[in-house]
């Protein structure tokens, strides 16, 4: 393709994905190291997964935002649903999700999620959406239907939610605890010094403030949250953000390489290294968490079934100790 063709291809990709980042700087994008190639896996469960997915009229973040462990996740039945549409209406600097005013709620979607995950067999089943800033209860209301629903005609299936912060929603958030989510994820993404730049419409602490309620409402609850680094934080902010999602009584920190989706996106610093990821893992289980993940291609919902079980075997080891 010539180069003309290939730059025009990719301002009509931005103008409709991205409207917000049309006019940002350039920010070039830099070679991948080879630690964070994706394995190629052409199973015919990636495809199931993707057939159940398309006929569900189902979207998933694995798709919306281009995750490097497709194929992976896939290839295991694996894939995290997104719900309340794919349009977000904050405009993170990271994300690759497209921005805009989203649709109206559909109202079958809990029917479905329920039918798509007993159609995988899902023993875990993940579920996150976007950030629906138009709704007056920032979609606890429809998270709440989709949990109950996908309970009922999934009884064994343990159910991880990741949300949005709710912020200026008011207790909204609580209606998603009294549906009893195994685990309840909410990312705090980055140091609170790259909040302005990275999550603009965001709020480090009622990020925190958020995990902290929710353990603090109920205790049998799981709560987890993520981080990625390479977003130009330094050390002691990364062991700071540890120290406070501890105060906040998280049991779960996952650690990952932020990869830099377009040149309009926020800047990558830098690339870790697989021994550093390593070291911060150490590091963060001196801190008390129940379980941390951290590696190049961490994702939050990377590995949920199985992260959920040694939670739940490292909650059980720690009462019996
Ligand atoms: S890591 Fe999460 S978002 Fe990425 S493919 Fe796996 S399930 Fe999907």
């Known amino acids: 393709m010539e180069k003309k063709e290939k730059k025009f291809i990719h301002i009509v990709r931005m103008t409709i994905r991205h409207p917000e980042k049309v006019n940002k700087p350039i920010n070039p994008l830099i070679k991948k190291p080879d630690w964070i190639r994706s394995k190629l896996i052409n199973s015919q469960e990636f495809f199931l997964t993707k057939s159940i997915v398309n006929q569900h009229k189902l979207r998933t973040v694995c798709q919306e935002a281009n995750c490097p462990n ?4 896939w290839s295991k039945r694996h894939s995290t649903f ?11 600097a990271f994300c690759d999700v497209i921005t805009g ?3 109206q709620l559909d109202s079958l979607e809990p029917v479905k999620i329920s039918s798509a995950v007993k159609k995988l067999n899902l023993k875990h089943a993940v579920i996150t959406s976007v950030d629906r800033d138009d709704l007056d209860d920032g979609g606890a209301n429809h998270f709440y239907e989709v949990i109950i629903e996908t309970r009922k005609n999934n009884p064994e299936t343990t159910i991880e939610v990741l949300t949005p912060d709710f912020l200026r929603k008011g207790d909204s958030y609580k209606k998603i605890i009294e549906a009893k989510p195994d685990v309840f994820n909410h990312n705090i993404e980055t140091v609170p010094s790259n909040y302005r730049q990275v999550r603009p419409g965001s709020r480090y602490l009622s990020s925190l403030e958020l995990l902290k309620n929710v353990k603090k409402i109920d205790k049998n609850i799981f709560t987890k949250s993520g981080l990625m680094v390479g977003l130009g934080e330094n050390k002691d902010e990364i062991l700071q953000v540890m120290d406070d999602l501890r105060s906040a009584e998280v049991d779960f920190l996952t650690i990952g390489q932020y990869l830099q989706p377009s040149v309009k996106h926020h800047p990558l610093d830098r690339y870790y290294r697989p ?14 968490f129940f379980l941390v993940s951290s590696s190049p291609l961490t994702r939050s919902s990377y590995h949920a079934g199985e992260d959920f079980a040694k939670l739940q075997r490292n909650k059980i080891n720690q009462i019996n100790a």
Do not use: H, N, Q, W
């Not at 497709?70 to 996740?73: F, G, K, L, N």
């Open 70 to 73: 497709i194929t992976d996740c």
């Open 82 to 92: 997104l719900i309340m549409g794919e349009v977000c209406t904050r405009a993170c």
């Open 101 to 103: 005013k989203p649709k």
């Open 275 to 288: 021994e550093e990821f390593e070291e911060l893992e150490g590091v963060a289980k001196s801190k008390g």
